[in-house]
C-alpha cells in the first residue's frame, strides 16, 4: 500500500521505476517532495524540469507540471518558464553531467542573475543512463568507460561553482543524509533568488562496479563516513582542503532577484513611454 505522500505526489501509472537496484536517486527525489509537502505548496504552482540522465527521469514520476528537456538544457528552460510567470515556484531536478558539463554555461549565467529557481543536481559521479562515461565530478584517477586507465582530469566542486558563479543559497547533503536533502531544499525554495543544492548520490552500477567501490551498502557506508557537518569545521579547515564530504548549509546570501529587477526595467520603460505620449 503506498504511503500518502506517494499518492499525493506521484503518477502512479508511471510507477515502479527504472532506476538500477541501490541507485541513490530514489532517495533524493523522495527528500525533494517531503520539502514541498512541508512547506505546503501549492501543485498547479510548481514546475519541476529536468534535462537528460538518471536523475532526470523523476519529472516523469511526479504528478507537477513537468518538463523533460534536452540534455543539458534544463536551466534554459527553466528560465524562460520563469520569466513568462515569475509566480511559479520552478525547480530544476538535473544531473552532475547534465549541469557541469553540456549544461555548464546555463548553470553559470542562471547562478549570475540570480534567478528564482531551485536547481538540485543528483551527483552520482558519472554519466549513468549513457553507458558510464566520466563527468566534471568524477575523482581524478577513477574509471569510466571513456577513462578506462582512470580520468586525468581534475573534478569541479560543484558548491564552489555555483557560489562563485553568483548563486544566493548553497548546500551540500548525500543520499546518507535525506533530511539534510529536505532541509536543503525547503531553504532554497523559500530563498528568492538562484538556488543549487548538491544532492550526492551513489551509482553501484557503473560508478562502483568500474572502480570497485563495493555494493551499494558499501557506497551508502563510504559516505556515512566521509562526509562531515560544516558547522562541525574548524575555522583553519574551513580554509583548506580537507578529504571529506562537507555537507550543509555552505552559503546564504540574499540578493536582488532577477525577475523582479526586469519588472523594474519593464516599469521605468511604460513610465518614461508615458511621459513621452503626453
Avoid at 27 to 50: E, F, Q, T, W, Y
Avoid at 173 to 179: D, F, G, I
Avoid at 227 to 245: D, F, G, M, Q, T
Wanted: aromatic letters at 8%; glycine letters at 10%.
Amino acid at each position: 500500500m503506498p504511503n500518502q505522500l506517494i499518492k499525493k505526489y506521484f503518477r502512479m501509472d508511471k510507477l515502479p521505476h527504472i532506476w538500477c537496484p541501490g541507485c541513490g536517486h530514489g532517495i533524493i527525489m523522495h527528500s525533494v517532495i517531503r520539502a514541498i509537502d512541508n512547506l505546503g505548496l501549492d501543485k498547479n504552482n510548481v514546475c519541476i524540469v529536468s534535462g537528460i540522465g538518471c536523475s532526470s527521469r523523476a519529472p516523469g514520476y511526479l504528478d507537477f507540471n513537468t518538463l523533460h528537456t534536452t540534455h543539458g538544457r534544463a536551466l534554459a528552460f527553466a528560465t524562460g518558464i520563469k520569466m513568462a510567470n515569475p509566480n511559479l515556484d520552478v525547480i530544476v531536478l538535473t544531473g552532475d553531467g547534465d549541469s557541469s558539463a553540456i549544461g555548464g554555461n546555463h548553470l553559470i549565467h542562471a547562478a549570475r542573475r540570480n534567478i528564482d529557481i531551485t536547481t538540485i543536481v543528483f551527483n552520482n559521479n558519472i554519466y549513468g543512463m549513457t553507458g558510464g562515461q566520466y563527468s566534471p565530478t568524477t575523482a581524478t584517477g577513477d574509471k569510466g568507460t571513456t577513462a578506462p586507465y582512470g580520468n586525468i582530469d581534475r573534478a569541479f566542486d560543484l558548491c564552489d561553482l555555483a557560489k562563485g558563479a553568483g548563486s544566493t543559497y548553497v548546500g551540500r547533503a548525500t543520499v546518507y543524509h535525506p533530511n539534510v536533502i529536505t532541509k536543503l531544499t525547503e531553504e532554497g525554495i523559500k530563498n528568492k533568488g538562484f538556488s543549487f543544492i548538491e544532492a550526492v548520490s551513489i551509482c553501484p552500477t557503473y560508478y562502483g562496479r568500474k572502480n570497485r567501490k563495493g555494493t551499494s551498502v558499501d557506497m551508502m557506508d563510504y559516505l556515512k563516513t566521509t562526509s562531515i557537518n560544516v558547522k562541525s569545521l574548524s575555522e583553519k579547515e574551513k580554509w583548506n582542503n580537507i578529504e571529506k564530504i562537507v555537507i550543509g548549509e555552505l552559503y546564504n546570501m540574499p540578493a536582488s532577484e532577477y525577475t523582479e529587477k526586469y519588472q523594474n526595467i519593464i516599469d521605468i520603460f511604460e513610465k518614461q513611454s508615458g511621459n513621452m505620449s503626453r
